[in-house]
């Protein structure tokens, strides 16, 4: 396991150095072409390929760029990145600072969220251990709690001006971002990625991963297991590796929320194999997100766990623009009703064309995670959500109907 | 070369005028937030393109040109 | 020219003015409180704004211009560009003046509202509520006509439809999108 450990509390900075070796003096351009080479992609959410992007940044810095190492963690259903900085902040800083050199960067800012308090105790821990010119470059800064905190944009707006609300782009961070100067928004997983491959070699990296897949990664498996919490897997590990991680299925499963709130749903039965990785779940219209693992257990509803969902969604827009502001309200408030088997004619409809009408018109992408849950909701659940509308919920009434996984 | 509507989403504020000057490119969603035609602006229409923009109370729209042809 | 066409025409041209003045006013709450019907749709408002706004400069410059020239007056036309420089009706001449010199900044803002800005167009544009009320003030101080009623009659309905608007804008909700569609949005909540 490299990126989570079995010990309880950090690594200190003597462990981590007996365990992995001092920081290689590798230069920038040569710390770029390692991760370009190993094709890791970021594990924030979007999966842009890490070595590209620090490239668009060096290209830019001009020795005055800025690292903003993200575990703002905002996705309620993900703890990948507060264990990471709980159990290995060494390596997430290590990540940081060849990030730092390869970017030409002067400052490191560690962008924690508020309620991680373990996370945020390790890092400054691992940091007052650290010699003295790191020290003063680097600092933490708590994110403010909610779910769009953790979104580029609306981190460099938090440290601008105190407002962690997304910005219209462009300009994007990249190219102008923390005090103007071209920032790299990095998850710190990727970070902590990007420290192992700088050490081993691209081809250490390229070693792993099943199938067609290369590379490692960190899922948070959660729902209808025996031991939920975040497992480590090599790339390409079906999900029913996955559930094996986390200790077998707890139950009867039928369906599985892959990436998160952002994420969308998608049937076990189907996917019982499905390759844990980004290639192979676009190909099916998945995405692997930020690794979130979620089973619904059989006698759960399926539209009663998406309306908690897209409520959530909702009271978590930044209240910026229209469409995200009321669509959202709107489509979770039919939802809801839905839900509740309390539905007004239509109200099926409404969110279909709700959804449709939402996405691309934010300022940001959470209007369209949002819509894409529930289109993946509407495709899954189909006769759960046609039952709700006819005022009746399939899951309460015919059990027997859900076959085991 | 051609140009294309640009709307800052922050800015906009669900006003409609632009929907009422340009109804080719323009139509507004349920709650009055404009739902634009992706693409360049027709020369047809260029000049109540121009008309929109000036329009918007707040100033969220912008024709930028573009340095390749979108598909319209 | 006879100097009484002199001095009805800027009489006339200055009642004129603040009719149009009045009007302009209006329209600008209306267009503020979003208010629109099938057949009166937004862009009518800020049309109908604005060109009576460019009209109220044409009657303006006619009230100006046969005021300054007008032998009668004596004032140069230094009284008309400083404010408080002339020795007729010092005040309420002085007050015309101030009322000009605000009306242009707001109607320059508004053309070149793109190169100024949108913070810095609104701020000035929100000086109409001083401009309007002192060019009234001006109307009454300077005008020989207060005796007259058509020429009470006037004031009082310039007067009363700012009133009424005003008192509209203050009190009365926008007509946004989301009020008039309550079905579409039933959780909706304002923001900001």
């Not at chain 1, 930020?290 to 059989?298: A, K, Q, R, T």
């Not at chain 1, 827009?317 to 309390?342: H, M, W, Y």
């Not at chain 3, 404010?83 to 053309?111: C, D």
Request: net charge positive; charged share 15%.
């Amino acid at each position: 396991m490299e990126l989570i450990a079995r010990a309880a509390g950090a690594e200190r900075l003597s462990a981590h150095l007996q365990r992995l070796g001092p920081l290689p003096a590798l230069s920038s351009g040569a710390l770029i072409a390692e991760l370009e080479a190993s094709g890791l992609l970021g594990r924030g959410g979007a999966g842009f390929p890490v070595g590209r992007k620090w490239r668009a940044v060096a290209e830019r810095a001009a020795g005055g760029a800025v690292v903003l190492a993200n575990g703002a963690e905002g996705e309620p259903l993900s703890f990948k990145d507060r264990s990471l900085m709980a159990a290995r902040p060494h390596l997430v800083i290590d990540g940081a600072l060849l990030a730092a050199r390869a970017v030409g960067a002067s400052d490191i800012i560690f962008y924690v969220g508020a309620e991680h308090r373990t996370a945020q105790a390790a890092l400054h821990q691992a940091l007052a251990e650290r010699p003295g010119d790191v020290r003063r470059r680097a600092r933490i800064v708590t994110a403010p709690s909610g779910y769009v905190s953790g979104e580029e944009s609306a981190a460099v707006h938090y440290l601008n001006a105190g407002d962690a609300r997304p910005t219209t782009t462009p300009p994007r961070p990249f190219e102008r971002g923390v005090g103007g100067r071209p920032t790299l928004v990095q998850n710190v997983e990727s970070l902590a990625l990007a420290a192992l491959i700088a050490r081993r070699g691209h081809a250490w990296y390229l070693g792993l991963g099943h199938g067609r897949a290369r590379g490692i990664g960190l899922l948070t498996v959660s729902g209808a297991v025996n031991r939920a919490g975040v497992h480590e897997i090599e790339l390409g590990a079906t999900l029913s590796d996955a559930a094996g991680a986390a200790g077998g299925l707890r139950g009867d499963v039928r369906a599985v929320l892959l990436g998160g709130y952002f994420g969308g749903w998608a049937d076990l039965r189907e996917h019982w194999g499905l390759p844990l990785d980004a290639a192979s779940m676009r190909t099916r219209g998945l995405a692997l997100g930020c690794g979130v693992v979620h089973f619904l257990p059989s006698d759960a509803c399926g539209v009663q766990a998406t309306a908690g969902f897209i409520t959530y969604l909702a009271s978590q827009s930044a209240r910026q623009c229209g469409p995200c502001v009321f669509g959202l309200s709107a489509i979770a408030g039919a939802t809801q009703r839905l839900a509740a088997k309390s539905p007004q004619p239509g109200d099926l409809d409404r969110i279909v064309r709700w959804s449709g009408q939402v996405t691309g018109r934010g300022a940001c992408h959470h209007p369209d995670g949002a819509a894409a849950l529930m289109h993946s909701a509407l495709q899954v659940f189909a006769d759960d959500f046609a039952g709700h509308q006819q005022r009746r919920c399939l899951t309460i009434s015919q059990p027997a109907r859900v076959a085991a996984a | 070369m051609g140009e294309v509507l640009d709307i800052d989403r922050i800015r906009c504020d669900g006003h409609g005028l632009c929907a009422e000057l340009l109804p080719e490119l323009i139509s507004l969603d349920d709650w009055g937030y404009p739902i634009i035609e992706p693409g360049n602006v027709p020369p047809s229409v260029v000049e109540h393109a121009r008309r929109a923009v000036d329009a918007c109370p707040v100033l969220a729209l912008r024709l930028a040109r573009t340095a390749a042809l979108a598909p319209r | 020219m006879s100097d009484t066409i002199l001095w009805y025409a800027t009489r006339g041209a200055g009642v004129v003015s603040l009719v149009l003045l009045t009007g302009v006013v209006v329209l600008g709450i209306v267009s503020a409180m979003r208010w629109q019907t099938a057949s009166w749709p937004r862009f009518l408002t800020t049309g109908l704004h604005r060109n009576l706004a460019l009209a109220t400069l044409v009657f303006l410059a006619i009230h100006i211009v046969t005021a300054v020239v007008d032998p009668f007056t004596a004032l140069g036309w230094q009284a008309a560009a400083i404010p408080f420089s002339s020795s007729y009706r010092r005040l309420w001449l002085g007050l015309g003046v101030v009322a000009i010199y605000l009306l242009l900044a707001i109607v320059v803002t508004s053309l070149l509202r793109p190169y100024f800005g949108q913070s810095a167009w609104r701020a000035v544009h929100w000086l109409t509520y001083l401009m309007w009320p002192v060019a009234v003030i001006h109307g009454i101080g300077t005008g020989t006509d207060p005796r007259f009623a058509w020429m009470l009659a006037i004031e009082a309905g310039c007067i009363g439809t700012v009133v009424a608007a005003v008192a509209w804008r203050a009190t009365g909700a926008q007509q946004t999108a989301w009020r008039r569609l309550p079905a579409a949005a039933p959780q909706a909540q304002k923001w900001n």
